[in-house]
């Protein structure tokens, strides 16, 4: 049998999977790696060559390529507009093992040995049917998927689309997920379609949509409505923080040592997501929504410009299903936190500290607190506060559903909502919404949707001061109860349906 050779672009560790999956097709033989980084020319990785791109079409004429990065369609774009490719192009890996049986599939997982995932070894390649065009319709794409009845991921995105639905629009979404083979389902009365970006390609060329509804922009998406040649569909895309925003934003997240060893590559990382967005930027076709004004100024800065199409626009806080109960001075003794603990960011550590430094005061067993969430963290920030086991503080490992969360914000009275950034903070928002006092950090783009007024702001990283917004609540039940009426009439005057999906939908509709 003829072996296939195959150039492997990419150093990185999903270049070393491609390798390993490549091993063990008998089909196919890796003949070299290449990258552009030059400082890699000539040396070796895994025992084999690692060449310029300039070279692969000397060195390896009849080979095709695999690009092993998530930077797949700048590189392609690279190969392609500078004519490096090889004779035999690009192969993209979920085809490679598209074309296997499950049989062959079955002893390929058994026999690959590999210290990360890239690559979905079951994949399987689903024709995607085109259908004909029904009407103007809109198309929502969410990057890591659209929420299931077995997942609620991006569900910021499917109460958008409840809504834009009850306004009468046509809509439907495709939730994108690398390396996952085409399927359809219905959530919730929408419809609903899944994939990889292979999927996202033929699914967008076979359909008509009048405009593309991003949340998550990523290269991904670009690539595959560039190889669908929809590139003339308007796109309204959704920013909402890490897609957009550099590593550093996110420092709050790594040791020192984490730093020292990854940064070279978060900085080349995030030059090539300026390249990204700055061509993004440039299209007529690209509309941008930010969130909140830290979040515009932040991507301008990091940018170097903002978009010629965008807006300011915040998530919506549904404050009818939020609706307050009437609240009583010794409501401010019963306080709630719902949060996830998979990243610092997210800052329960502070909330542990603040309620140990509480367990000190006279006062304190006339409070009560039930935590909620559940990540990574979860163990870690909440430790030493299960070891003391108060009798008055009830940790929870769980996620809410929404109807939950609107059941425990009836019937607490004070949100506890730290946080070391954050591009608005939905969940204080909906606590605000149901008539809580929230205490939150005056950091990022909180101060734009809370103020002394309506919740309780202390300084970055301090718990003690933490500690002290919630006593000094104990102490002052009349501000209490002044900033719990603040905090709904502020949300639903900043977030409220008139200024948040009111305004999305003349966008949409080109009424703006």
Same mark, same amino acid.
């Given at each position: 049998?003829?072996?296939?050779?195959?150039?492997?672009?990419?150093?990185?560790?999903?270049?070393?999977?491609?390798?390993?999956?490549?091993?063990?097709?008998?089909?196919?033989?890796?003949?070299?790696?290449?990258?552009?980084?030059? %400082?890699?020319?000539?040396?070796?990785?895994?025992?084999?060559?690692?060449?310029?791109?300039?070279?692969?079409?000397?060195?390896? @004429?009849?080979? =095709?390529?695999?690009?092993?990065?998530?930077?797949?369609?700048?590189?392609?774009?690279?190969?392609?507009?500078?004519?490096?490719?090889?004779?035999?192009?690009?192969?993209?890996?979920?085809?490679?093992?598209?074309?296997?049986?499950? *049989?062959?599939?079955?002893?390929?997982?058994?026999?690959?040995?590999?210290?990360?995932?890239?690559?979905?070894?079951?994949?399987?390649?689903?024709?995607?049917?085109?259908?004909?065009?029904?009407?103007?319709?809109?198309?929502?794409?969410?990057?890591?998927?659209?929420?299931? %009845?077995?997942?609620?991921?991006?569900?910021?995105?499917?109460?958008?689309?409840?809504?834009?639905?009850?306004?009468?629009?046509?809509?439907?979404?495709?939730?994108?997920?690398?390396?996952?083979?085409?399927?359809?389902?219905?959530?919730?009365?929408?419809?609903?379609?899944?994939?990889?970006?292979? *999927?996202?390609?033929?699914?967008?060329?076979?359909?008509?949509?009048?405009? &593309?509804?991003?949340?998550?922009?990523?290269?991904?998406?670009?690539? %595959?409505?560039?190889?669908?040649?929809?590139?003339?569909?308007?796109?309204?895309?959704?920013?909402?923080?890490?897609?957009?925003? @550099?590593?550093?934003?996110?420092?709050?997240?790594?040791?020192?040592?984490?730093?020292?060893? $990854?940064?070279?590559?978060?900085?080349?990382?995030?030059?090539?997501?300026?390249?990204?967005?700055?061509?993004?930027?440039?299209?007529?076709?690209?509309?941008?929504?930010?969130?909140?004004?830290?979040?515009?100024?932040?991507?301008?800065?990091?940018?170097?410009?903002?978009?010629?199409?965008?807006?300011?626009?915040?998530?919506?806080?549904?404050?009818?299903?939020?609706?307050?109960?009437?609240?009583?001075?010794?409501?401010?003794?019963?306080?709630?936190?719902?949060?996830?603990?998979?990243?610092?960011?997210?800052?329960?550590?502070?909330?542990?500290?603040?309620?140990?430094?509480?367990?000190?005061?006279?006062?304190?067993?006339?409070?009560?607190?039930?935590? &909620?969430?559940?990540?990574?963290?979860?163990?870690? $920030?909440?430790?030493?506060?299960?070891?003391?086991?108060?009798?008055?503080?009830?940790?929870?490992?769980?996620?809410?559903?929404?109807? *939950?969360?609107?059941?425990?914000?009836?019937?607490?009275?004070?949100?506890?909502?730290?946080?070391?950034?954050?591009?608005?903070?939905?969940?204080?928002?909906?606590?605000? =919404?149901?008539?809580?006092?929230?205490?939150?950090?005056?950091?990022?783009?909180?101060?734009?949707?809370?103020?002394?007024?309506?919740?309780?702001?202390?300084?970055?990283?301090?718990?003690?001061?933490?500690?002290?917004?919630? *006593?000094?609540?104990?102490?002052?039940?009349?501000?209490?109860?002044?900033?719990?009426?603040?905090?709904?009439?502020?949300?639903?005057?900043?977030?409220?349906?008139?200024?948040?999906?009111?305004?999305?939908?003349?966008?949409?509709?080109?009424?703006?």
């Amino acid at each position: 049998m003829d072996r296939k050779k195959v150039i492997i672009f990419g150093t990185a560790k999903r270049g070393s999977e491609v390798l390993a999956i490549l091993s063990q097709l008998p089909q196919y033989e890796a003949a070299a790696f290449s990258c552009n980084d030059e %400082a890699l020319w000539g040396m070796e990785k895994e025992g084999l060559g690692i060449i310029a791109p300039a070279d692969m079409r000397r060195l390896h @004429p009849g080979a =095709a390529v695999v690009i092993a990065s998530a930077s797949y369609m700048e590189i392609e774009t690279q190969l392609t507009d500078g004519q490096l490719l090889p004779d035999a192009g690009c192969l993209r890996m979920e085809r490679l093992i598209g074309e296997l049986s499950d *049989e062959e599939k079955a002893a390929l997982s058994a026999r690959v040995q590999r210290e990360t995932c890239f690559y979905n070894l079951d994949y399987k390649e689903v024709r995607v049917p085109p259908e004909p065009d029904t009407g103007e319709k809109y198309l929502v794409i969410c990057t890591g998927g659209y929420p299931s %009845a077995a997942s609620p991921r991006c569900m910021f995105a499917h109460e958008r689309v409840l809504q834009y639905q009850r306004a009468g629009l046509k809509v439907e979404a495709f939730g994108l997920i690398e390396g996952a083979p085409f399927e359809e389902y219905e959530y919730q009365g929408v419809r609903v379609f899944q994939g990889g970006v292979l *999927e996202l390609e033929e699914f967008l060329g076979g359909r008509n949509y009048r405009k &593309y509804l991003v949340h998550f922009v990523c290269p991904d998406i670009l690539y %595959a409505v560039g190889r669908a040649g929809k590139t003339d569909v308007p796109m309204i895309v959704w920013c909402h923080g890490y897609e957009i925003l @550099p590593w550093y934003c996110y420092w709050i997240n790594y040791s020192d040592e984490e730093v020292q060893e $990854n940064g070279p590559k978060w900085q080349r990382m995030d030059r090539e997501k300026q390249r990204f967005l700055q061509d993004c930027f440039q299209k007529e076709t690209f509309q941008l929504v930010f969130v909140s004004n830290w979040l515009k100024e932040r991507v301008n800065k990091f940018v170097g410009r903002l978009p010629k199409n965008y807006a300011v626009i915040p998530n919506c806080i549904d404050s009818g299903f939020y609706k307050p109960e009437k609240r009583e001075p010794s409501d401010r003794l019963r306080i709630l936190s719902v949060k996830s603990h998979g990243s610092r960011k997210y800052a329960n550590d502070l909330t542990a500290k603040a309620i140990l430094a509480l367990s000190e005061k006279p006062f304190f067993q006339e409070l009560t607190f039930d935590l &909620y969430g559940d990540g990574c963290l979860f163990e870690e $920030n909440f430790a030493t506060l299960m070891k003391e086991d108060f009798p008055n503080v009830h940790i929870h490992q769980k996620m809410l559903e929404r109807y *939950e969360m609107k059941k425990l914000f009836a019937e607490n009275g004070v949100f506890l909502s730290p946080t070391r950034l954050d591009a608005q903070g939905v969940t204080a928002n909906e606590a605000m =919404a149901a008539g809580m006092a929230v205490i939150s950090c005056n950091t990022s783009a909180i101060k734009e949707f809370m103020d002394e007024s309506c919740a309780s702001l202390f300084e970055y990283d301090n718990y003690w001061m933490m500690a002290e917004e919630i *006593e000094y609540l104990y102490n002052h039940p009349d501000e209490f109860l002044e900033k719990a009426k603040n905090a709904r009439e502020r949300v639903v005057r900043q977030c409220g349906y008139d200024h948040t999906i009111r305004q999305e939908l003349r966008l949409i509709l080109d009424e703006a």
